[in-house]
């Protein structure tokens, strides 16, 4: 399986900014056909799912993040991103980076991900 590693976490603001990263690594990265999803997990709820991205571009955001944050990746460098903008205290949270390889489709069930990176902590303030 790939690895994963999640980096990027950390404070901002109401109305801020955050960018996550998540470097894949071992089993060929993420290879040609692969699905690559953004989750999180706040503080005493269950891991939902904020947005997926399937290797030949479709992307799929949460209702409560649509708009605000987009995800992205660099093939080249088998990085994803999360570009987190106008965030929220409801943003506060554990965001794991997860992907599931030689797939071509994606899904909004974590159960759905074999790999998982060991999650970056985001804290928004009011």
């Known amino acids: 399986q790939v690895q994963l590693n999640e980096s990027g976490g950390g404070s901002a603001q109401s109305g801020g900014s955050l960018r996550l990263s998540c470097v894949a690594s071992g089993s060929g990265g993420t290879g040609d056909r692969h699905c690559m999803a953004w989750f999180r997990q706040g503080s005493g709820k269950e891991r939902e799912f904020v947005s997926y991205?399937?290797?030949?571009?479709?992307?799929r955001y949460a209702d409560s993040v649509n708009g605000r944050f987009t995800i992205s990746q660099d093939k080249d460098k088998n990085t994803l991103y999360l570009d987190m903008n106008d965030v929220t205290p409801d943003d506060t949270g554990t965001y794991y980076c997860?992907?599931?390889?030689?797939?071509?489709?994606?899904?909004?069930?974590?159960?759905?991900?074999?790999?998982w990176g060991q999650g970056t902590q985001v804290t928004v303030s009011s």
């Open positions: 997860a992907a599931r390889e030689i797939s071509h489709s994606c899904s909004r069930m974590s159960s759905w991900y074999p790999s």
């Open positions: 991205i399937l290797s030949d571009g479709v992307i």
